[in-house]
């Protein structure tokens, strides 16, 4: 049966502690937003902005500014995303490309036995997989349901990610092995980008590029340990993450810059126990 781990505990193999989670809230919006990418709207003008993300490994600030503000209603909740770039690109165009060879940010949400993640570059192209923990979905389990099992999906076995100088196989996430579904889509998604500059043209310096999401309720159901719809009040743990392919001397530098709202300890974005916590509030923006 699916035991989840005590969240002090994962973080201690990370050499983090509760202390080092980000913490940000979500104001609730009287409409939902226009979804037009730009985020120039009262509400989120008002919104609880984030400060800026740090690389993930270390905690120093990223390179480029980014940020993150979330907003909520009955329906849904609503992420926007501020992106720092002078040279904004993406070549991917296919809906569950792997986006992360291209610069994108990214949006993970976790319940007790799973968690949800969408990427998206600048062109607006989506990636999207549901996660469960393995043990969720053995018999008897939380996921232990048609719709789940791995044979009948395009479900891949995983461990999480990393580089050789941050991540060895005594690093794991103590919990093991997920499931990751790629044919898995957050029904109602929706994601829209707006680029301050001119894509895929280096010959003048960008401002950036802005991203917005409306994830409905309903289909956030499925990571479950939430009771929807939401309440003030309610804390989810989000990963609010940002990816950045950098080149100097005509080399591209790998493993590709991390930054998140908190640091994770390790080159491994996959450890739900390190998302930064989300707090909804009742109070209006705007």
Do not use: Q
């Amino acid at each position: 049966m699916a035991v989840p781990l005590d969240p002090g505990s994962v973080l201690a193999t990370y050499g983090l502690t509760e202390a080092d989670l980000a913490r940000i809230v979500a104001r609730r919006t009287r409409a939902g937003p226009s979804l037009d990418g730009r985020l120039d709207e009262a509400a989120w003008a008002a919104a609880d902005w984030s400060g800026r993300f740090v690389d993930m490994v270390s905690g120093v600030p990223g390179l480029y500014d980014t940020r993150v503000a979330a907003l909520w209603d009955d329906e849904a909740l609503y992420v926007g995303y501020r992106v720092e770039e002078p040279f904004v690109r993406g070549r991917l165009t296919e809906r569950d490309d792997l986006i992360w060879y291209d610069d994108d940010v990214e949006l993970f949400i976790a319940g007790p036995d799973a968690y949800y993640e969408i990427e998206v570059n600048a062109l607006g192209t989506i990636y999207e997989v549901l996660h469960l923990w393995a043990d969720a979905c053995v018999p008897g389990g939380p996921f232990d349901r048609p719709e789940f099992d791995p044979r009948r999906r395009d479900a891949r076995g995983f461990t999480g990610n990393g580089d050789p100088e941050h991540w060895d196989w005594d690093g794991l996430h103590p919990r093991g092995h997920r499931w990751s579904f790629l044919d898995w889509d957050l029904p109602g998604l929706r994601a829209v980008v707006h680029v301050d500059g001119t894509l895929n043209d280096d010959r003048d310096v960008d401002r950036g590029w802005t991203v917005e999401l409306a994830l409905p309720w309903a289909g956030l159901a499925a990571i479950g340990g939430h009771d929807l719809p939401p309440r003030a009040g309610d804390e989810w743990r989000c990963c609010f993450a940002r990816f950045k392919n950098l080149e100097f001397n005509g080399r591209r530098i790998l493993p590709t810059a991390g930054w998140t709202l908190n640091r994770h300890g390790r080159y491994d974005i996959h450890v739900p126990e390190a998302f930064s916590l989300l707090t909804l509030s009742d109070e209006v923006a705007g």
